[in-house]
């Protein structure tokens, strides 16, 4: 069972959170509310009541429905202006002067105007989600349900989405239910939900720490807790601050847009870089041209002191570099044993060997009571911890990590960055991370800040936050410069 | 059911094929079929090698003997082998048939007697065997009637009644219609709807107010726009390319694979209401028509000598009731008049509605849970 025993009740205007991890429940209740997935019990709107999908078509044309995942419902071959038209068909929409005049309005709020013929395909993250939030609006719902609008959103976008609903529902009364992992929004919340484990947890307060706070106390009663990380007799794989990887004027060109321009960036041993940036910022485009998933179209890159210029450079390199994709590269069919066991022979390290770490591995990070189950049926949290100790098996002098922390809850997340920090101080390891959590960038060394393909910023925390005083948290200062 | 919604989705569907240029495939799928299994499929035999024992040795017996030397379809010897010696030669595979004339021959058919000739036919290969005995028996016959004998002196297999130059592709390529009209049209259905799935778009039919009818009407609608085509590129390619003759009513041909082609869309329909990703959809599509088509079309078998499964397996599948009535529509042409071919149309007409009303039933506007 996914979900158990949820009343909940709404006013006009009102926008209700739900917040919690990946798996919590909270898709689910989206799900029911919105009539497309069987359920048990009763819900009204109005005067509208339903109990299965089949009753709630009554309500369809009222709801206003994002389910979650970045541009799931929009189709990539069309352009923005052939989205609006189609969705305008499809709700059956008059298209008078105040329909266009709306239309003209949320366009602007969304700041697509200017990107009309552009396939949504070829937009970035942060523009998808909001096309996908106007063409949900376009008809006016008076019930709005978006599941995660803003998760893989970068904060300037997401500011921008939260001033539309804001708006929509300050103007039009609409009741909306938004569900998010992020704490900090919360606070644009009316009233907020806790969901964990498919039932709603007590909240302790409105802020986030509050909220965070909450969470613990909840996990600490169900003893859920994930156990603690401990790295013991780990063999040092460099001393701090040799510098293992330098790019010199990265450039990566698609047809006319330049993904990266001119980029610089050092990491050294014993020292996390945080590499921030918005949706289409270039974050990943310069994180697959450091791997040679791409090549480079102009500038230089060294890794460990060796100028890499084609793909033979890197063969004798790969025994040093270890890799955390997105989706945590695994397979499904296989144990977690058999996957560690599988990439440990890719790295050619005999099967005796393979076998001690993976038990002393899965005995620090807290996974060995899970060596025989599918990846698929365990917590989030877990899979990524024995992905990382996948990553590491090898003992690579460089780890990247392109945003390993996604959809993973508060408690996982803060028992992740002190397993990162551990690798870091106790084995010397260089780690590149990307991240759209700026909380998470505190815990960085040193920060490179992309916009629009270009460098911004690089520099310690520290100093950023001597740069910008006024600036409460680091979400702050990565606004500031997006100004 | 509002047209301004139905038209949305077909408008939005056939931009989306355009661009990902999957539009090409409803064409080039069944014209690279029909070509390639029209010119690939030979199951004309030529140089038969066959074994002649005359024991009769008469002057009759020695003219059927030079028929068969003078044939180009056989590689005829004479030989004074035991049949038992023969069949030891044919089991090593270096016969493909051994006639026998029986003593007494030349006297039997003068005096219109019912003799028997005794022919073995290499069966390790059905289909050749089959057409091996035929061209042996079509010859033997030809000598019956140039000496005024009665024919019930061999019987015949009915298949080469109208198809008196025993060419394949008069054999084949009316067959391929039936299986590419049956394939193609339920794999781009099938696509359509499981790429909604599979991508996440469906949750704007789901959570909005298109009802099911609607949805369908605009998908199938595209699929069969694009299949209409098909009818006449198809018969162009058949006529022209292969140069079959066409006999019969072309009104009788166009509705029926207009039919034929609704029921396929209704085939994969059910398909992608089953499956939720694009691969699957077309996997399953092609093994749930491609074999069975191909199978139970009567290409490779004629269905009225199957028996037991395989006889109710091919009257199961509407297949069987289109290629009836293409093969008369290109070789026969009786058309209307046939009652046979009025009939089959009504089946065909009851599959077609029968599968959209089934998928309409079971498509759910809710996901799985």
Redesign the interface.
Known sequence: MVLRGLSLEADEGEIIGFIGADGAGKSSAL?AI?????FEGKISFGDLVYSN??ES?KL??L???M?Q?IG????D??SVR?HL???A????LKKDAAFEEYEKRLLEMSGLSGFLNR?AGDLSGGMKQKLSLICTMLHRPALLILDEPTTGVDPLSRLELWEILKQNAKERGTVAIISTAYMREAQKMDRVLLFDDGEIIPTLGDDDASLEESFFQNARKKNKILPEIKISNAKRVANAGEIVMNAKGVTKKFGDFTACRAIDAQLKSGEILGLLGANGAGKTTFIKTLLGLLQIDEGELYLLDKKISDANDRKELKSKIGYVSQRFALYDDMSVRENMLFFASMHKIDAKRSLELIDKYSRELGFFDYLDDMPKDLPIGINQRFSLATAILHEPIILFLDEPTSGVDVIARAQFWKLLKELKEKMGMAILITTHYMSEAEFCDKIVLLKDGEKVADDSVLNLYKRFPNATSFEEIFLEFYK | M?F??V???F??EL??LI??KIILMPYVMPIMIVILFGYGIKMQVVGARVLIIDNDHSKISALLTQKFQNSRYFNAALSNQSEAEALREMKKANLDAILIIPPSFEKNLLKNVKSELGIFVDASFPSRANTVETYVEGTVLSLASEMGAPKSVITLNNRNLFNEALRDEEMIVPGLLGLVLFVAPAILTALIIAKEKE???I??F?????TKLEFLIAKLSVAFTLHSLNVFILFALVVYLFDLPFRGNFFLYWLSSELYILVSLGMGLLISILVSTQILAVVLTLMLTMLPAFMYSGIIMPINSMSGEAYYIAHAYPVMYYNHIVYDAFLVGSGFESAKNVEYLLILALYALGFFLVGLLLL????K?
Not at chain 1, 34 to 38: D, F, L, Q, T, Y
Not at chain 1, 89 to 92: A, K
Not at chain 2, 364 to 367: A, I, N, P, W
């Open positions: 799900n919105a009539g497309v997935i069987k999908p089949k078509q369809k044309p709801l206003g429905y389910p995942g799931l419902v929009l189709y071959t069309l052939e038209d189609f969705f068909d499809v709700r059956d396939r | 509002r301004r919604v038209k949305a989705f408008v939005k931009l989306e661009r990902t991508k996440g778009t949750f704007n789901y959570s909005s107010s298109v759910k506007k809710e996901l849970s």
